[in-house]
């Protein structure tokens, strides 16, 4: 069975990187026919993608991120990564990782940007 747990730091202060890693269980992120993406949810909001890894390493954002996000991979530890520099306030938001066109998704972990 897949698996998926992000883990970062709780708070971000504002213009800071934020760090987030998901360790992904029972299946090779490199081997694996699925791509993986970052997700978030903001508080009354719904989920908004913020970019995707593929096998290959192909990575893809979402437009308004693009020029702050990134998106890398440990294959020796079948891990993702996701770095979005210069944060502010409205990045505060429930961050997960999921292999896409599936239901697997982690729980997800909470990053508060405040000073």
């Known amino acids: 069975q897949v698996q998926l747990q992000e883990s970062g730091p709780g708070l971000v202060k504002p213009s800071q990187t934020l760090s987030l890693t998901c360790t992904v269980s029972g299946e090779s992120i490199i081997t694996s026919a699925y791509a993986w993406s970052w997700i978030r949810q903001s508080p009354g909001k719904g989920p908004e993608w913020v970019g995707v890894i593929d096998s290959d390493g192909y990575t893809n954002y979402r437009p308004s991120l693009k020029s702050r996000a990134s998106i890398s991979r440990d294959t020796s530890m079948n891990q993702l990564f996701l770095q979005l520099r210069s944060v502010n306030p409205e990045d505060t938001a429930v961050y997960f990782c999921?292999?896409?066109?599936?239901?697997?998704r982690g729980q997800g972990t909470q990053v508060t940007v405040s000073s």
């Open positions: 999921r292999r896409d066109a599936t239901d697997y």
